[in-house]
C-alpha cells in the first residue's frame, strides 16, 4: 500500500444533496478532503440530514483515505457581539453544530472568533471563552478550530497572541486547534512570501504547532498588513504561486488538509486541486 500522502486538499461543497454526494463530488474533483457548511453560511438556517448519509461519507472517506474533514460555522455567528441576543443565537448555533458534527466523528469544525464590536478585544477573547467553556464536553469526537483573521474593524483573531488567549481561558483547551488561512494572516501582517520560516516559527512559540490542525488555502488581492480580507485565486494575487507552494510543501505543515476558498467555479477548483497535488515530490 503507498504511503499516506503529504498534502490533502480539497475545497468548500455544498451539504445540498447530502454528506455523501460531498464525497462523490470531491473524488470527481480529484481532491481527498473538503469542506461544507454546516448551515447557511449568511443566516442560521439548517437542513438536517439522515444518520445514515453521514455514515455513508464516513465510510467513503475512510475507504478513499480522505484526510479530515473541514466543517465551518456560519459567518453570522458571533460569541462576543456586543448585543445579548446576537451572544445567545451565536451560542444556540455553536451547540446545535457541534451536536451534528458527532454523526462524523474525528473531524473538525472551524469558525471565526468574532467581532467585539467596540467592547475591546480582552472582552471579545473572555466572552469567546465562556462560549466555548458552555458547550464543549469531555469526550467529544471533533475538534474545534479558531480560524486565523485578516485584523479588519474589531475582529477577533488578527494576531496568533489572541487565539491563544482564548485557547488558555478554555477549561477544555484540549478540544482547541487552529486552522491557518493563508490569505487573513498576509492581510494581517504576516509576511509569508519573505519570511515563511519566521511566521510559522512565530505561529509555533505563540500557539504552538501541534495546534495547526488545517489550512484555509488561498491568495490575498492585497498587500500584507492591509487587513483587508480578500481572497484571490492562487497565483493570482499577492502572494504569487511560488510563496503558495512553498506553504503547501512546507513540512511543518505536512499531513494537514488544505482547503481552497479562492473565487472559483466548480472547473477552477479542479484545476487548482490538480496544481496543488502536482506539487507533491515523488516517493
Known sequence: MSEKPRIYVGCHLSVTNGYEAMGKTMLDFGGNTFAFFTRNPRGGRTKELPPEDAQALCALAERERF?????????????CAAGAETRANALDMLQKDLLRMEQLPGNYY???????????IEAGVCLIAQALDAVLWSGMHTTVLLETMAGKGTEVGGRFEELRAIIDRVTLGDR?????DTCHIWDAGYDLAHDLDGVLEEFDRVIGLERLYAVHFNDS?????SHKDRHEKLGE????LETLRRIALHPALA????ILET??????YIREIGLVRSWLAPD
Open 221 to 225: 488581492k492585497n498587500p500584507c498588513g
Open 237 to 240: 494575487g499577492q502572494l504569487g
Open 255 to 258: 499531513g494537514r488538509p488544505f
Open 110 to 120: 472551524n469558525f471565526h472568533p468574532g467581532a467585539h464590536t467596540g467592547q475591546g
Open 67 to 79: 484526510g479530515p474533514l473541514v466543517a465551518h460555522g456560519s459567518y453570522t455567528m458571533n460569541l
Open 263 to 268: 473565487p472559483n467555479d466548480d472547473a477552477g
Open 176 to 180: 482547541l486547534g487552529v486552522c491557518l
